[in-house]
């Protein structure tokens, strides 16, 4: 089956400054690749999706890249902002209607004013 | 604009004791998802449901678990026989029968088993 890794666990940026977290994924049939952002206490909350047949999405500040070959996508935030802190968590699966996502074990970004 | 809502938002349980999670989806979702989150890990699927069936399920919904699609409206999530290892938050998720694959997550409900 397919395993999601991230990294890093845990970040720490100054405002202002980008940052970039990573995922990678092993089953190469996977072909949508959502990002979710998760307030304390709060529900998933979609930020930027991409699909295999793209190489990149970028919506405002946030943009989303993928590497199919190497299995990887990342997500890159720019001109971060105190309330972009959350948890950020990847996930990848088949554009299947029944097939689940297996999300990535999360990323904590502090935004540091 | 149309959100998933759960309740209750906290749910404190005996160990052996039966709960019963509810959703209601956005009302022109068809598909249905249950995943669970334990304290500071990351969100876990465990069942998809369509067409008022289990489309596919994870090793974690075993037997104890089971879900049901009672009327138009909900989308239930039993635990028969509580566990302390249950504990975590429970979410629900919908989509639609369109080919936009992202989930709509609803707020969650904490479960807590003693």
């Known amino acids: 089956g397919e395993n999601v890794e991230q990294h890093p666990s845990t970040l720490s940026v100054q405002e202002g400054d980008s940052a970039v977290i990573k995922c990678t994924y092993s089953?190469?049939?996977?072909?949508?690749f959502p990002w979710y952002k998760q307030e304390l206490g709060k529900r998933p909350q979609l930020i930027i999706d991409?699909?295999?047949?793209?190489g990149e999405k970028k919506d405002q500040r946030i943009a989303v890249t993928l590497n199919k070959t190497a299995k990887h996508f990342s997500l890159h935030i720019t001109e971060t902002q105190p309330e972009d802190s959350a948890v950020y968590f990847c996930a990848a699966s088949q554009d299947n209607y029944g097939q689940n996502f297996v999300f990535g074990p999360g990323t904590r970004l502090s935004v540091l004013p | 604009e149309p959100e998933v809502t759960q309740t209750p938002s906290h749910q404190v349980t005996q160990m052996g004791q039966e709960v019963i999670l509810r959703c209601v989806p956005i009302?022109?979702?068809?598909?249905f998802y249950w995943y669970r989150q334990i304290l500071g890990q990351k969100v876990e699927f465990l069942v998809s449901f369509y067409n008022n069936e289990i489309s596919e399920k994870s090793e974690i919904f075993d037997d104890q678990f089971s879900v049901e699609r009672p009327d138009g409206s909900n989308f239930t999530l039993k635990i028969r026989s509580t566990k302390l290892e249950d504990s975590a938050m429970y979410f629900c998720a919908s989509r639609t029968s369109g080919t936009h694959p992202q989930r709509d997550f609803g707020p969650g409900t904490r479960l807590t088993v003693l």
């Open positions: 991409i699909r295999s047949n793209v």
């Open positions: 089953d190469s049939a996977s072909n949508y």
């Open positions: 009302s022109n979702h068809l598909y």
